[in-house]
């Protein structure tokens, strides 16, 4: 979605309100393989001050991903916030918080697929326990049950192992 500022450029105080749906490309990020189950919902708006024009956008769309330990697929909520400065000349002291636009549009859609990015979990689990795949034999331990013996076992289960004896 694009969004034309025209009106907004010399025209100190104006500004667009935004109210829009923007539908996702699926994409890999950080290793993990996001698809979206909704459009992307955006709502705020674009406002022109003193030559500058500031975004401020809540977002929040629903995806689908997979755990980080047993890579089942999981489903999530992500609300997140956009606050961006534009330009439509250089500025005579160099701001990297100001991105200098060369054309009257805002791509909304990169721009809410950085902020998704960046708001994204580093990790993603099905559950706060999920036991995650035997790395012998890579079955899931969450259903199943085998009889690797492992030595890199996790601590935490180590401490409960040798307080069950
Ligand atoms: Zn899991
Ligand atoms: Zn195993």
Redesign the pocket.
Known sequence: MVLDISKLINNDGASINISSEIVMDSLLFNGQDICFNSPLHLKGDIRSVNGLMYLQLSCSVSYKTR?S??L?PVDEELDFNIKEVFSKTELENENDDVIILNSNEIDLKEIAEQAFCCALPITC???ED?K?LCSSCGCNL?TETCSCETDDIDPRLAALKDFLK
Request: net charge neutral; aromatic share 0%; with cysteine.
């Open positions: 755990c330990r047993c089942d689990l099905c559950s999920c995650g969450n």
